[in-house]
């Protein structure tokens, strides 16, 4: 499956910014999507997955109550809306995808399928 990872921008601190996971190659409703980030000089984190499923959602502690991550099967589109951003979430963002669960949805070495990634740049 091919990751194309959207919606990102300049944004003023305490604004919003939804982004989008698009496949192509294969029907996405099969995979657990998560997406995680990178900042300049930092290790990659990650930010919250989705079960295939849909009903299970796993946030990390630094977005949660901000971020919401959801998923259009229809659409074949995952996405991440992000609210009351703050400058620390600026990083790229990049989404993933595996289709086996595993117990550390939240290390990037459980997802087989990666996005480009999608620069978010908060300005205080």
């Known amino acids: 499956v091919q990751l194309q990872a959207s919606g990102g921008g300049l944004v003023q601190a305490g604004g919003s910014l939804r982004l989008s996971c698009t496949a192509s190659?294969?029907?996405?409703?099969?995979?657990?999507v998560a997406w995680f980030r990178q900042a300049p000089g930092k290790e990659r984190e990650f930010v919250a997955t989705?079960?295939?499923?849909?009903?299970?959602?796993s946030y990390a502690d630094s977005i949660k109550g901000r971020f919401s991550i959801s998923r259009d099967n229809a659409k074949n589109t995952v996405y991440l809306e992000m609210n009351s951003l703050r400058p620390e979430d600026t990083a790229t963002y990049y989404c993933?995808?595996?289709?086996?669960?595993?117990?550390?949805?939240?290390?990037?070495?459980?997802?087989?399928?990666w996005g480009q990634g999608t620069l978010v740049t908060v300005s205080s």
């Open positions: 989705i079960y295939w499923s849909g009903d299970t959602t």
């Open positions: 993933a995808a595996v289709r086996i669960l595993t117990v550390n949805m939240d290390q990037a070495s459980a997802y087989d399928y």
């Open positions: 190659g294969r029907t996405l409703s099969s995979y657990s």
